[in-house]
């Protein structure tokens, strides 16, 4: 598993090397996990797209909180999944937008609540799809990523690809820098 120290950095460098990355997700006996295939980064005081631009408030909190945490809220009645991530003393977070299923293909489906005629790729192509399939919602909130007991985890992993980078996907006031990374060509990313 990835330790504290990886996200203990500026969260636009812990978004591009969260690429390629596998999150997995343990449900009682089973075990859920994706390649990580797109991330967002965000920022605190200074970024107008991030949960953290009007200042601490009870539901973001976790922002400011120690590295390497799941941070979780709820837009368009779907749960959207963060790694805490920022250099000390700062603020930060990255979106997981979408991943690669691995294992448990299946319970994702059934998850989804989908036939098992469904382009593969529709499975996790999204950061609500990608956490109604591996079942995160906000009772995982705050659960330390970096812990060997923790039920959502990340793990190195060696693949090679070509990253790409955009402006943040469904944001009206952005930064004025591309902060959305993807790996190129792969049919699971939400939007090319």
Known sequence: MLPKKFYERDPEEVARDLLGKVLVRKIRDERLSGMIVETEAYYGLGD?????????????????????????????????FNVVAHEPGDVGAVLIRAVEPLEGIETMKRNRGISKDLEIFNLTNGPGKFTVAFGIDRTLNGVCLTSENSPIIIVDNRTRFQVSSSRRIGVKADLNRDLRFYVEGNRFVSKK
């Open 48 to 80: 107008p797209a991030s949960r953290a631009f009007d200042g601490m408030k009870n539901f973001n909190k976790l922002m400011w909180c120690e590295p390497g945490r799941a941070f979780i809220y709820n837009v368009h009645k779907y749960w959207m």
